[in-house]
């Protein structure tokens, strides 16, 4: 039975804490999760390495030959990056990292012998691991042999070759310190000195054979470093996702029909925002992107929000550019804000105009810029506070974009251009009204229902989040519950979108489920905009229709969509980091070609749609796979996880005996409807939140679940305990005697009876 134990409000039931309770409970939850993939189940065998070690001269001659130097071009053609590889294939296969050839770049080999190879396709890449494989034209290279897993012991020599500071085929020796696990990955530990221009390069034991791959260095001392364990780069060799690189040019780049980026560096847009980095190559290592949507008469508006990771550096608006040196900046730089006028290329055509501190702008926060042009004089905004007036008329016509100086890393989001944008944050009658309502938040609890209904009634959900962290930041008691009821606004908007689409009204066959999918998405990353990501699903069909006739048949259509899918794109199963959350976000899977089974199969399942496909989705106990039902009389399952492989129903139901106990039911290889699809997706985040201990994200998900269906008895009894924990006593006792009031079958009255007493007590308290 439950038991009170202190005030701070932790319980046991039978010497278990809440949150191991929490954990029984979802039991029964995790038989429809994901499992992990048969292959990475398999037991890998160990052999030892035998034999006469070599020195390090030895080592370092063998190993010559097969070591590389692997670049990267930037935008005007030069050299922007450096680092190592090795051969690993006769054939043209190079390892190194995923970071040392940047994104969307043009890719080169050096050979030992000076040869220079231009980078044909990115054979595979693992993003978490940050590994990569290049694939160059050539045929008679000296791989470099791999080891075992798990042969290196700690304290064994080790020698490391590669080109630290561009100084090529540099040799390092030094020690296996051990084994440590970095931002959630197992890393070979290295007691030598790692420098720029060391990574991807190859760690040798005493055999010559492959150990690591060299990753980072220590920020704490210089003769410490990192590598990736070979066994990682050996699975993902298992299964490649070959890349050809005129696709990889494309990845994470700008459209160009919106935008012109200039003088180098490096722009991209994710997730929403535009990103910058690397110095560029104009005037104080400057570099702009200029938008090339039609400008408005004057007067009007450009903004956009802009986060520094350095307030040292300067990002910001750019405005009556010519494309070229001339344009006016406004701009944070170095904590205080500018506008200037650049003239042209140098330093003596460039005029600061002014400059000055506001108390609007919040250092390393997103802040929001705004320029009004008017036809005598320029008006500066930082979120709605107006910091300059300037009369200067040198240039009156132009383009409008974004800039950033010196090594500055900054994000943008929500560039707009208008007649009249309107204000960032409330008026300031909404703000005290919301400031009103919040005056008395009790800093002991979370915000409740009744004052989230309130707070939505008088704005939308951006500003009401604007004016809530305002407050945090003048009221620090009360600053993390205002910023959970911001989060609640958020998620109650998401929630609200995803009955929209599942309500019971609709047709199984209007349901948007890609729609869906990414509101998932959302729900933990509110800069998901799902229309950009519609959008860029309507571009792949419409790729994928220019390879076919007009009249082609659904097995056409098939193969196309395989063809672009698993081929040309190289999207595939994730196997090194088959857990993280990354892979149940369908964006995620669409930026970074990675994902579940569930993900993938929900992209293959819409691309299919839109190309006049019939796809099903399948949920068997612990894989998900899809049935093309326009491709053979009964349909024939795909397993998109494993590159589209078809899957016969007789392995499906092995599958589903293996999974169930020994029992087969017929109902796991019926179509899932999607409304259950998703809730399957809610149930794997459900799960990885559990195994990370993240309460929070456990109710986040709980909640979505019931929203879309309200039936879930077993998600409501979890919701209560969730509700308990996170301090949320009144809605954890409406949960109870919801449940004490349908009386379920299966279910132990009597200990909800106890829990609900013992909630009236805390809440007493």
């Known amino acids: 039975m439950f038991r009170r134990l202190s005030r701070a409000g932790r319980v046991e039931f039978k010497s278990l804490t809440v949150f191991s309770f929490v954990c029984m409970l979802l039991l029964p939850l995790v038989a429809l999760a994901e499992e992990q993939p048969l292959e990475a189940r398999r037991p890998q065998k160990i052999q030892k390495t035998t034999g006469h070690g070599l020195t390090a001269e030895e080592l370092a001659e063998r190993a010559r030959e097969s070591v590389v130097s692997v670049s990267f071009a930037?935008?005007?053609?030069?050299?922007?990056?450096?680092?190592?590889?090795?051969?690993?294939?006769?054939?043209?296969?190079?390892?190194?990292?995923?970071?040392?050839?940047?994104?969307?770049?043009?890719?080169?080999?050096?050979?030992?012998?000076?040869?220079k190879y231009e980078v044909q396709e990115v054979f595979a890449t693992d993003r978490l691991m940050d590994l990569a494989v290049l694939k160059i034209s050539v045929t008679d290279l000296k791989p470099l042999k791999l080891a075992e897993p798990e042969t290196l012991k700690q304290g064994a020599e080790i020698v490391v070759l590669g080109n630290p500071q561009g100084l090529r085929y540099s040799v390092v020796k030094g020690v296996n310190s051990g084994t440590r696990e970095i931002d959630g990955k197992p890393m070979i530990q290295l007691a030598i000195p790692i420098e720029p221009g060391n990574s991807g390069g190859p760690v040798l034991d005493s055999q010559g054979h492959v150990q690591g791959i060299v990753t980072l260095k220590s920020a704490v001392t210089r003769n410490l470093g990192y590598a990736v364990n070979i066994s990682a780069l050996k699975g993902?060799?298992?299964?490649?996702?070959?890349?050809?690189?005129?696709?990889?040019?494309?990845?994470?780049?700008?459209?160009?029909?919106?935008?012109?980026?200039?003088?180098?560096?490096?722009?991209?847009?994710?997730?929403?925002?535009?990103?910058?980095?690397?110095?560029?190559?104009?005037?104080?290592?400057?570099?702009?992107?200029?938008?090339?949507?039609?400008?408005?008469?004057?007067?009007?508006?450009?903004?956009?929000?802009?986060?520094?990771?350095?307030?040292?550096g300067a990002a910001g608006l750019i405005f009556y550019s010519d494309e070229n040196t001339k344009h006016y900046g406004f701009y944070p730089s170095n904590k205080s804000l500018r506008i200037s006028r650049f003239d042209g290329p140098d330093v003596f055509l460039w005029r600061v105009l002014d400059e000055k501190k506001s108390n609007a702008y919040r250092e390393g926060e997103w802040n929001h810029l705004k320029v009004r042009l008017e036809t005598d004089r320029i008006l500066c905004f930082v979120n709605d506070e107006k910091v300059f007036e300037v009369k200067d008329q040198h240039y009156t016509e132009g383009k409008v974009g974004l800039a950033?100086?010196?090594?500055?890393?900054?994000?943008?989001?929500?560039?707009?251009?208008?007649?009249?944008?309107?204000?960032?944050?409330?008026?300031?009658?909404?703000a005290q009204k919301i400031l009103d309502l919040t005056e008395d938040?009790?800093?002991?609890?979370?915000?409740?229902a009744d004052l989230i209904e309130a707070v939505v009634k008088e704005t939308d959900e951006r500003r009401a989040q604007q004016a809530l962290q305002e407050r945090a930041r003048l009221l620090q008691k009360q600053a993390e519950r205002l910023k959970q009821l911001a989060q609640?606004?958020?998620?109650?908007?998401?929630?609200?979108?995803?009955?929209?689409?599942?309500?019971?009204?609709?047709k199984e066959a209007d349901i948007d489920l890609m729609a869906a999918a990414l509101l998932v998405a959302r729900l933990d990353n509110n800069e998901v905009e799902p229309k950009v990501y519609l959008g860029q699903m309507t571009s792949m069909v419409n790729e994928i229709k220019k390879t076919l006739p007009e009249d082609a048949n659904a097995k056409a259509k098939l193969k196309a969509l395989n063809q672009y899918l698993f081929h040309e794109t190289g999207f595939h199963g994730s196997r090194t980091n088959y857990y993280s959350r990354s892979n149940s976000y369908i964006n995620e899977t669409?930026?970074?070609?990675?994902?579940?089974?569930?993900?993938?199969?929900?992209?293959?399942?819409?691309?299919?749609?839109?190309?006049?496909?019939?796809?099903?989705?399948?949920?068997?106990?612990?894989?998900?796979?899809?049935?093309?039902?326009?491709?053979?009389?009964?349909?024939?399952?795909?397993?998109?996880?494993?590159?589209?492989?078809?899957?016969?129903?007789?392995?499906?139901?092995?599958?589903i005996l293996s999974a169930n106990g020994g029992r087969f039911d017929g109902e796991y290889?019926?179509?899932?409807?999607?409304?259950?699809?998703?809730?399957?997706?809610?149930?794997?985040?459900?799960?990885?939140?559990?195994?990370?201990?993240?309460?929070?994200?456990?109710?986040?998900?709980?909640?979505?679940?019931?929203?879309?269906?309200?039936?879930?008895?077993?998600?409501?009894?979890?919701?209560?305990?969730?509700?308990?924990?996170?301090?949320?006593?009144?809605?954890?006792?409406?949960?109870?005697?919801?449940?004490?009031?349908?009386?379920?079958?299966?279910?132990?009255?009597?200990?909800?009876?106890?829990?609900r007493n013992y909630l009236e007590t805390v809440r007493q308290d």
């Open 590 to 655: 669409i930026e970074d070609r990675e994902g579940l089974p569930i993900t993938l199969s929900v992209l293959y399942m819409e691309l299919g749609r839109r190309l006049g496909l019939d796809i099903d989705g399948v949920g068997l106990p612990g894989h998900f796979v899809v049935r093309v039902n326009s491709t053979a009389e009964k349909g024939e399952l795909v397993d998109v996880f494993e590159g589209g492989e078809t899957l016969s129903e007789e392995a499906a139901k092995v599958m």
């Open 488 to 506: 609640s606004i958020h998620e109650r908007a998401v929630r609200d979108e995803l009955k929209a689409i599942f309500t019971s009204e609709k």
């Open 441 to 448: 938040l009790r800093v002991d609890r979370p915000p409740q």
């Open 74 to 115: 930037g935008r005007d053609g030069q050299q922007a990056g450096l680092g190592t590889g090795f051969v690993i294939g006769a054939d043209g296969l190079i390892a190194t990292n995923l970071h040392v050839i940047g994104e969307a770049r043009p890719i080169s080999v050096q050979l030992a012998d000076g040869t």
């Open 404 to 430: 950033k100086f010196r090594n500055t890393v900054a994000s943008f989001r929500g560039f707009q251009v208008g007649s009249q944008i309107p204000p960032y944050r409330p008026s300031k009658e909404t």
């Open 236 to 312: 993902l060799l298992e299964k490649p996702n070959p890349v050809p690189i005129e696709r990889w040019l494309t990845i994470g780049t700008l459209d160009e029909h919106l935008w012109k980026p200039l003088f180098g560096s490096r722009w991209r847009q994710r997730a929403g925002r535009i990103q910058v980095d690397g110095f560029g190559s104009g005037l104080g290592s400057r570099s702009l992107c200029v938008s090339q949507e039609a400008l408005p008469e004057l007067p009007y508006e450009v903004a956009v929000e802009v986060k520094l990771d350095d307030e040292s």
């Open 669 to 755: 290889l019926k179509a899932q409807p999607k409304r259950d699809i998703i809730q399957r997706m809610l149930r794997n985040l459900l799960n990885i939140a559990r195994d990370d201990e993240d309460v929070q994200s456990m109710l986040r998900y709980v909640e979505t679940m019931i929203a879309i269906d309200e039936e879930l008895l077993q998600e409501r009894w979890l919701r209560a305990v969730l509700r308990y924990q996170t301090g949320r006593i009144s809605e954890a006792i409406a949960d109870t005697d919801y449940l004490l009031e349908k009386s379920p079958e299966g279910f132990d009255l009597r200990r909800i009876h106890e829990f």
